[in-house]
Protein backbone atom coordinates (compact mmCIF):
# COMPACT_ATOMS: atom_id res chain seq x y z
CA UNK A 1 0.00 0.00 0.00
CA UNK A 2 1.54 3.28 -0.44
CA UNK A 3 -1.84 5.18 -0.98
CA UNK A 4 -5.45 3.88 -0.12
CA UNK A 5 -8.75 5.90 0.49
CA UNK A 6 -9.66 5.14 4.09
CA UNK A 7 -13.02 5.04 6.07
CA UNK A 8 -14.23 5.00 9.79
CA UNK A 9 -14.50 1.47 8.87
CA UNK A 10 -11.08 0.53 7.76
CA UNK A 11 -9.11 3.61 9.72
CA UNK A 12 -7.65 1.08 12.77
CA UNK A 13 -6.27 -1.48 9.83
CA UNK A 14 -4.95 0.37 7.11
CA UNK A 15 -3.61 3.26 10.01
CA UNK A 16 -2.64 2.24 13.27
CA UNK A 17 -1.94 -1.29 12.57
CA UNK A 18 -0.08 -0.01 9.11
CA UNK A 19 1.56 2.59 10.94
CA UNK A 20 3.30 0.05 13.23
CA UNK A 21 5.24 -1.07 9.86
CA UNK A 22 5.97 2.30 7.76
CA UNK A 23 5.20 5.56 8.88
CA UNK A 24 1.88 6.57 6.92
CA UNK A 25 1.01 9.87 6.19
CA UNK A 26 -2.80 10.67 6.87
CA UNK A 27 -4.49 13.54 4.47
CA UNK A 28 -7.94 14.89 5.61
CA UNK A 29 -9.87 16.48 2.74
CA UNK A 30 -12.95 17.35 1.27
CA UNK A 31 -14.36 17.36 -2.30
CA UNK A 32 -15.56 21.08 -2.02
CA UNK A 33 -11.72 21.94 -0.29
CA UNK A 34 -10.06 24.27 -2.75
CA UNK A 35 -6.74 24.20 -1.06
CA UNK A 36 -6.79 20.28 -0.71
CA UNK A 37 -7.67 19.93 -4.70
CA UNK A 38 -3.57 21.65 -4.41
CA UNK A 39 -2.21 19.81 -2.01
CA UNK A 40 -3.40 16.40 -2.73
CA UNK A 41 -1.56 15.57 -6.17
CA UNK A 42 1.40 16.87 -4.40
CA UNK A 43 1.35 14.70 -1.62
CA UNK A 44 0.59 11.93 -3.93
CA UNK A 45 4.20 12.26 -5.60
CA UNK A 46 6.04 12.79 -2.84
CA UNK A 47 5.13 9.61 -1.16
CA UNK A 48 5.11 7.85 -4.19
CA UNK A 49 8.76 9.08 -4.53
CA UNK A 50 9.34 6.85 -0.97
CA UNK A 51 9.12 4.11 -3.04
CA UNK A 52 6.89 2.76 -0.47
CA UNK A 53 8.66 3.81 2.83
CA UNK A 54 6.16 5.82 3.63
CA UNK A 55 2.16 5.00 2.98
CA UNK A 56 -0.75 7.74 2.41
CA UNK A 57 -3.99 7.16 3.68
CA UNK A 58 -6.63 9.91 2.20
CA UNK A 59 -9.73 10.54 4.36
CA UNK A 60 -12.72 12.34 2.51
CA UNK A 61 -13.84 14.27 6.41
CA UNK A 62 -17.67 14.38 5.36
CA UNK A 63 -18.05 10.76 4.96
CA UNK A 64 -15.90 9.98 7.30
CA UNK A 65 -16.84 11.93 10.87
CA UNK A 66 -15.24 9.40 13.16
CA UNK A 67 -11.35 9.96 11.80
CA UNK A 68 -11.95 13.69 11.48
CA UNK A 69 -13.20 13.87 15.26
CA UNK A 70 -10.53 11.54 16.17
CA UNK A 71 -7.99 13.97 15.18
CA UNK A 72 -10.20 17.12 16.57
CA UNK A 73 -9.86 18.67 13.48
CA UNK A 74 -11.09 22.29 12.86
CA UNK A 75 -10.14 23.39 9.46
CA UNK A 76 -8.71 21.40 6.11
CA UNK A 77 -6.83 20.36 4.48
CA UNK A 78 -4.89 18.70 7.37
CA UNK A 79 -2.25 16.08 6.97
CA UNK A 80 -0.75 14.01 10.22
CA UNK A 81 1.90 11.63 10.23
CA UNK A 82 1.50 8.82 12.35
CA UNK A 83 4.01 6.08 13.45
CA UNK A 84 3.25 3.18 15.53
CA UNK A 85 -0.08 4.15 16.02
CA UNK A 86 1.05 7.92 17.24
CA UNK A 87 0.77 11.55 15.54
CA UNK A 88 4.43 12.04 15.41
CA UNK A 89 3.90 15.40 13.09
CA UNK A 90 1.31 17.67 11.34
CA UNK A 91 0.95 20.27 10.00
CA UNK A 92 -2.61 22.56 8.52
CA UNK A 93 -3.34 23.81 5.27
CA UNK A 94 -1.58 23.68 1.58
CA UNK A 95 2.28 23.57 1.49
CA UNK A 96 4.41 24.25 -1.34
CA UNK A 97 6.27 20.34 -2.69
CA UNK A 98 9.64 21.29 -1.36
CA UNK A 99 7.82 21.62 2.22
CA UNK A 100 5.79 18.79 2.07
CA UNK A 101 8.96 16.82 0.51
CA UNK A 102 10.79 17.82 3.94
CA UNK A 103 7.95 16.66 5.82
CA UNK A 104 7.42 12.93 4.42
CA UNK A 105 11.60 12.69 4.38
CA UNK A 106 11.58 13.79 8.24
CA UNK A 107 9.99 10.57 8.78
CA UNK A 108 12.02 8.08 6.75
CA UNK A 109 15.66 6.88 8.21
CA UNK A 110 18.74 6.55 5.91
CA UNK A 111 18.02 2.97 4.63
CA UNK A 112 20.44 0.59 6.89
CA UNK A 113 22.76 -2.06 5.13
CA UNK A 114 19.48 -4.61 5.20
CA UNK A 115 17.27 -1.98 3.16
CA UNK A 116 20.26 -1.61 0.51
CA UNK A 117 20.75 -5.67 0.42
CA UNK A 118 16.46 -5.87 -0.09
CA UNK A 119 16.21 -3.09 -2.61
CA UNK A 120 19.32 -5.05 -5.01
CA UNK A 121 17.21 -8.50 -4.38
CA UNK A 122 14.00 -6.52 -5.53
CA UNK A 123 15.60 -4.99 -8.29
CA UNK A 124 17.96 -8.12 -9.27
CA UNK A 125 14.90 -10.51 -8.87
CA UNK A 126 17.70 -12.81 -7.17
CA UNK A 127 17.74 -14.76 -3.88
CA UNK A 128 21.35 -13.79 -2.42
CA UNK A 129 20.88 -9.91 -1.14
CA UNK A 130 17.80 -10.99 0.23
CA UNK A 131 19.26 -13.65 2.46
CA UNK A 132 22.40 -11.61 3.60
CA UNK A 133 19.86 -8.50 4.16
CA UNK A 134 18.31 -11.52 6.84
CA UNK A 135 21.32 -12.68 8.28
CA UNK A 136 21.50 -8.99 9.63
CA UNK A 137 17.74 -8.28 10.38
CA UNK A 138 16.03 -11.60 10.78
CA UNK A 139 12.64 -10.09 10.73
CA UNK A 140 12.92 -7.20 7.94
CA UNK A 141 9.46 -7.13 6.35
CA UNK A 142 10.94 -6.40 3.27
CA UNK A 143 12.97 -8.80 2.70
CA UNK A 144 10.98 -11.59 4.38
CA UNK A 145 8.48 -10.61 1.47
CA UNK A 146 10.59 -10.22 -1.52
CA UNK A 147 12.10 -13.51 -0.66
CA UNK A 148 9.06 -15.61 0.16
CA UNK A 149 7.85 -14.13 -2.94
CA UNK A 150 10.68 -15.83 -5.05
CA UNK A 151 10.25 -19.21 -3.04
CA UNK A 152 6.41 -19.32 -4.22
CA UNK A 153 7.78 -19.13 -8.21
CA UNK A 154 10.04 -21.30 -7.53
CA UNK A 155 7.61 -24.10 -5.95
CA UNK A 156 8.99 -23.81 -2.49
CA UNK A 157 5.43 -23.05 -0.17
CA UNK A 158 6.15 -24.74 2.32
CA UNK A 159 9.69 -22.65 2.50
CA UNK A 160 7.79 -19.47 1.81
CA UNK A 161 5.19 -19.87 4.41
CA UNK A 162 7.77 -20.85 7.26
CA UNK A 163 9.18 -17.53 6.20
CA UNK A 164 6.37 -15.48 6.15
CA UNK A 165 5.85 -16.64 10.03
CA UNK A 166 8.35 -14.49 11.22
CA UNK A 167 6.92 -11.17 10.74
CA UNK A 168 3.31 -10.25 11.86
CA UNK A 169 0.19 -10.33 9.53
CA UNK A 170 -0.09 -8.15 6.76
CA UNK A 171 -2.53 -7.33 3.75
CA UNK A 172 0.50 -8.06 2.13
CA UNK A 173 1.29 -10.93 3.76
CA UNK A 174 -1.87 -12.34 3.96
CA UNK A 175 -1.72 -12.49 -0.31
CA UNK A 176 1.29 -14.04 -0.01
CA UNK A 177 0.38 -16.94 2.45
CA UNK A 178 -2.75 -17.06 0.08
CA UNK A 179 -0.68 -17.52 -3.15
CA UNK A 180 1.47 -20.32 -1.08
CA UNK A 181 -0.84 -22.14 0.16
CA UNK A 182 -2.79 -22.43 -3.00
CA UNK A 183 0.29 -23.12 -4.90
CA UNK A 184 1.31 -26.25 -2.39
CA UNK A 185 -2.29 -27.71 -3.64
CA UNK A 186 -1.05 -26.99 -7.20
CA UNK A 187 -4.03 -24.50 -7.76
CA UNK A 188 -2.84 -22.60 -10.69
CA UNK A 189 -4.61 -19.20 -9.89
CA UNK A 190 -4.04 -17.55 -13.38
CA UNK A 191 -4.78 -20.63 -15.53
CA UNK A 192 -8.04 -21.56 -13.22
CA UNK A 193 -11.91 -20.45 -13.76
CA UNK A 194 -11.84 -19.24 -10.47
CA UNK A 195 -15.34 -18.88 -10.19
CA UNK A 196 -15.78 -22.36 -11.07
CA UNK A 197 -13.85 -23.74 -8.19
CA UNK A 198 -15.17 -21.50 -5.71
CA UNK A 199 -18.50 -22.99 -6.66
CA UNK A 200 -17.23 -26.05 -6.17
CA UNK A 201 -15.57 -25.48 -2.74
CA UNK A 202 -18.82 -23.64 -1.42
CA UNK A 203 -20.71 -26.94 -1.19
CA UNK A 204 -17.44 -28.20 1.06
CA UNK A 205 -16.72 -24.83 3.60
CA UNK A 206 -19.30 -25.63 6.50
CA UNK A 207 -17.38 -29.07 7.12
CA UNK A 208 -14.04 -28.94 5.95
CA UNK A 209 -12.04 -26.62 7.28
CA UNK A 210 -9.21 -27.08 3.96
CA UNK A 211 -12.16 -26.12 1.83
CA UNK A 212 -12.90 -23.42 3.49
CA UNK A 213 -8.72 -22.00 3.73
CA UNK A 214 -8.79 -22.47 0.16
CA UNK A 215 -11.84 -20.86 -0.28
CA UNK A 216 -10.87 -18.18 1.34
CA UNK A 217 -7.11 -17.88 -0.28
CA UNK A 218 -9.29 -17.39 -3.63
CA UNK A 219 -10.76 -14.58 -2.29
CA UNK A 220 -7.58 -12.88 -1.15
CA UNK A 221 -5.92 -13.88 -4.49
CA UNK A 222 -9.12 -11.72 -6.02
CA UNK A 223 -8.46 -9.05 -3.97
CA UNK A 224 -11.13 -6.34 -2.19
CA UNK A 225 -11.46 -4.45 -5.50
CA UNK A 226 -13.09 -7.34 -7.69
CA UNK A 227 -16.80 -7.88 -6.98
CA UNK A 228 -16.60 -10.93 -7.09
CA UNK A 229 -14.91 -10.78 -3.47
CA UNK A 230 -18.08 -9.31 -1.86
CA UNK A 231 -20.53 -11.84 -3.95
CA UNK A 232 -18.80 -14.99 -2.52
CA UNK A 233 -18.11 -13.56 0.97
CA UNK A 234 -21.47 -13.04 1.17
CA UNK A 235 -21.94 -16.83 -0.40
CA UNK A 236 -19.54 -18.15 2.53
CA UNK A 237 -21.41 -16.22 5.24
CA UNK A 238 -24.47 -17.91 4.06
CA UNK A 239 -23.32 -21.23 4.03
CA UNK A 240 -21.57 -20.95 7.45
CA UNK A 241 -24.29 -19.34 9.59
Same mark, same amino acid.
Request: aromatic share 4%; net charge negative; charged share 25%.
Given at each position: ? =????????????????????????????????????????????????? $? $??????????? =??????????? %??????????????????????? =???????????????????????? $????????????????????????????? %??????????????????????????????????? %?????????????? *????????? *?????? /???????????? *????? /???????????
Amino acid at each position: M =EMVDVTDATFEEEVLRRSSEVPVVVDLWAPWCGPCKTLGPIIERVVEAT $G $GAVALAKVNVD =ENPSISGSFQV %QSIPAVFALKDGKVVDAFIGALP =EASVAEFVAKLTPAPSEADLLVAE $GVESSTEAPLRQALELQPDHPGAIGALAA %QLIKQGDSEGAIALLGRIPETPDTRLLLAEARLAS %QRVDVEGIAVEELL *DGLLDRVRG *DDEARQ /EFLDLLETLGPD *DPRTS /EYRKALAARLF
